[in-house]
């Protein structure tokens, strides 16, 4: 049996959409984040000893890490190959964008995130305008400069197709749902207009909607 260990907030969302698209029979279980630290709870860690989301459990297996989830359920469970492009630039793209979601965009929006929350976390006033000064210079010198480029591309490629590899929906497309759905709601996305477009085709899906509705809804970040 399958079960995927979902933790609120987290990158386990698009391993919900994943399973929900490849219509297998899972079970889900839903962990709470602390409400103070947003920690995720040491009951996650007796699955894997990180404690990190998503973890998903097959039979004896134990697999974590999106990427390596996403490249097992569509290795397993796609034996028609409807998720993922069988050869050439198409495939490359694909391992291209699997590895990109993590290893350069999802930084970016993390140091962005924990950069915004160090100016609305309680601080003596005297601090407060160094944390700020501090933030802002971080994030115009470094953050800002690094990710636009990036979403331009990232723009510019959905503007020759549907999909990142194509006009079919593949795991790639899944695994960089969520940087995206989470840039917009920290970056104002109205001079990208294919990655916005994305966002609307993901959220319309029905597969996706279904995963949403099973743990209360996805929360962009």
Not at 39 to 52: I, M, N, Q, R, T
Request: no cysteine; proline share 6%; hydrophobic share 40%.
């Amino acid at each position: 049996m399958i079960t995927l260990h979902h933790l609120e907030k987290s990158r386990s969302q698009r391993i919900l959409w994943l399973l929900e698209e490849l219509e297998l029979d899972y079970e889900v279980v839903v962990y709470q984040r602390d409400p103070v630290s947003m920690a995720a709870p040491d009951s996650l860690s007796k699955v894997h000893p990180l404690g990190k989301a998503p973890i998903l459990t097959d039979g004896e297996l134990t697999i974590a890490e999106s990427g390596v989830i996403i490249e097992y359920l569509i290795e397993h469970y796609d034996p028609l190959g409807r998720l993922k492009p069988s050869n050439g630039q198409a495939l490359l793209d694909y391992r291209y964008w699997l590895h990109f979601a993590e290893g350069s965009l999802m930084p970016l929006l993390v140091m962005k995130l924990v950069f915004t929350k160090m100016t609305s976390s309680p601080m003596p006033f005297f601090v407060k305008p160094i944390a700020k000064s501090i933030s802002q210079k971080v994030q115009s010198a470094f953050v800002t400069p690094r990710i636009t480029p990036q979403l331009q591309f990232i723009d510019k490629t959905l503007e020759k197709s549907t999909w990142l590899t194509g006009e079919s929906l593949t795991g790639a497309d899944i695994q960089m749902s969520f940087p995206l759905i989470a840039a917009s709601s920290r970056i104002d996305l109205s001079k990208y207009p294919n990655i916005v477009r994305f966002i609307q085709q993901i959220e319309s899906s029905l597969t996706y909607q279904k995963a949403s509705r099973k743990v209360g809804s996805f929360t962009r970040l």
